[in-house]
């Protein structure tokens, strides 16, 4: 990896979207070993984590990990989802973060000496931009060896650096075991939209289905 023992750098998760990479490589990722590679690497300043949660169901299957994360390590950043009826008649669920994300990446900028975006969202590509012009060097984290590619070619083009998720899977794979009743599928299966360059980008809240029956992370 591009890093420099003393380099500060802040993590910024976009939790569907990273989710959404790892499960198309066929693995779960584990946060603990997510924030201890990094940790070896470099001056790890803080550890962002976004994601929406549906606030009106009795138990939210996502809540466990969210907990989790906010005791070991991660910042959380959530809001509640959005629910609204499309032109067919059929419920979505939105729940994007890219603004949530955008913020604070410009606030932390000046903080920081390198900036890890885990998305492979093209909207992000002026954000990655912008932070450069301040003299920060951005690595995204992403795949291309998913059918098809998780990440826009034109902000793999403008990171100073590229991970593919896959080269270090071994690192940060979760071992494996049964995953959990798919709760929410009834609320995203046709809320998603795969086109990473999309305005209208509904976020796959999917990453709930990594959490397991009992906190193991």
């Known amino acids: 990896m591009y890093f420099y023992p003393q380099e500060k750098t802040g993590l910024f998760i976009d939790g569907a ?8 490589l066929g693995f779960d990722i584990d946060y603990r070993k997510l924030l201890t590679v990094f940790a070896d690497e470099c ?11 549906i606030e009106d169901q009795e138990y939210s299957p996502i809540r466990p990990l969210v907990d989790w ?17 499309d032109a067919s008649g059929r419920r979505k669920i939105k729940g994007n973060m890219d603004i949530e994300l955008a913020i604070d990446v410009l606030e932390m900028a000046e903080h920081l000496d390198h900036v890890v975006l885990f998305s492979g969202d093209g ?7 912008a932070v450069q012009r301040r003299g920060v060097r951005v690595t995204v984290v992403s795949t ?8 826009a070619d034109e902000l793999r083009r403008q990171a100073d650096h590229f991970l593919e998720l896959k080269d270090f899977q071994e690192k940060i794979a979760r071992a494996h075991q049964a995953r959990p009743v798919r709760q929410q599928q009834d609320d995203y299966e046709d809320g998603a939209d795969d086109d990473l360059d999309d305005d209208d980008y509904e976020d796959d809240i ?3 289905q990594v959490t397991p029956r009992r906190p193991n992370y």
């Open 17 to 24: 979207n990273l989710y959404s990479a790892a499960r198309s």
């Open 43 to 53: 001056r790890l300043v803080r550890a962002f984590y976004y994601t929406a949660l």
């Open 69 to 85: 994360l906010d005791y070991n390590g991660y910042t959380m950043v959530t809001k509640p989802t959005k629910e609204f009826t």
């Open 123 to 129: 909207d992000f590509r002026r954000l990655v931009e």
């Open 144 to 151: 291309v060896k998913s059918q098809p590619p998780m990440i």
């Open 206 to 208: 999917d990453e709930a």
